[in-house]
């Protein structure tokens, strides 16, 4: 139809602690989500997922973007911009980028993620 239902899932280290609300009926969703999580002090990576939400199969994966702890290290301020997704089925082309904001608070020992899913296309 030309069109997605896509949402987004935050995971850090492989464990799912956000899930957006779910844009209908779009390609050029706004979600404008502010998340603040406690962080393990040894997590190596967050990688978020935009999906497309199906009610009557599973919910296909559009792509993702991971960042890496060494990332966030070179961006003690944060990380702010447009990603491009990449695929995460070998076999399936993508095309696309989502806009977050990204930034770790706190000292090594009470580290928060402050994350933002402003928008994807």
């Known amino acids: 139809t030309g069109s997605s239902d896509p949402y987004c899932i935050v995971k850090i280290d492989d464990e799912a602690i956000i899930r957006t609300a779910t844009v209908w009926k779009t390609l050029s969703p706004f979600w404008g989500e502010e998340y603040e999580v ?3 002090p040894s997590f190596h990576s ?3 997922y935009v999906m497309d ?3 009557l199969s ?3 994966v559009i792509g993702k973007v991971c960042i890496t702890r060494d990332m966030l290290v070179e961006h003690p301020k944060g990380y702010s911009g ?3 997704l990449s695929e995460v089925d070998p076999d399936e082309e993508v095309q696309g980028e989502i806009h977050l904001r990204v930034e ?3 000292s090594q ?5 402050h994350c933002s899913v402003l928008e994807a296309r």
């Open 46 to 48: 967050i990688s978020i």
């Open 104 to 106: 770790v608070l706190g």
């Open 82 to 84: 447009w990603m491009s």
């Open 38 to 40: 406690q962080l393990q």
């Open 109 to 113: 020992g009470s580290q928060r993620l």
């Open 53 to 55: 939400e199906d009610a």
């Open 58 to 60: 599973r919910d296909d």
